[in-house]
């Protein structure tokens, strides 16, 4: 239940409404998820940055896919290289 809650506030389509979905999630769990509502009151405008971005870029960059790829890729040519004789070898190989 936390869990959908929790991603039905993340997926709201405007800040006014995750706004409503945050307060009615401090409502509902004050008594039972004490540290969940703490973190979300004290955090919710860090959460929430989203929403400054132009609506068709949100999705793209509220994910970590794209940041998952590079990491991914980054591993997978270490795994070739395995050894790197300076630190400039590893920004040229994050660069490429």
Known sequence: EVANRLKDLFNAPTYDQAVERRDQLVKDWKTEFPKVVKKLENNFD????????????????????????????????????????NDLSVLRLMGA
């Not at 860090?46 to 991914?72: G, S």
């Open 46 to 85: 860090e959460l929430m940055v989203i929403y400054q971005l132009p609506e068709e870029l949100r999705k793209r960059l509220r994910t970590n896919n794209t940041l998952e790829r590079v990491n991914q890729e980054i591993r997978r040519r270490d795994r070739v290289i395995r050894i790197f004789p």
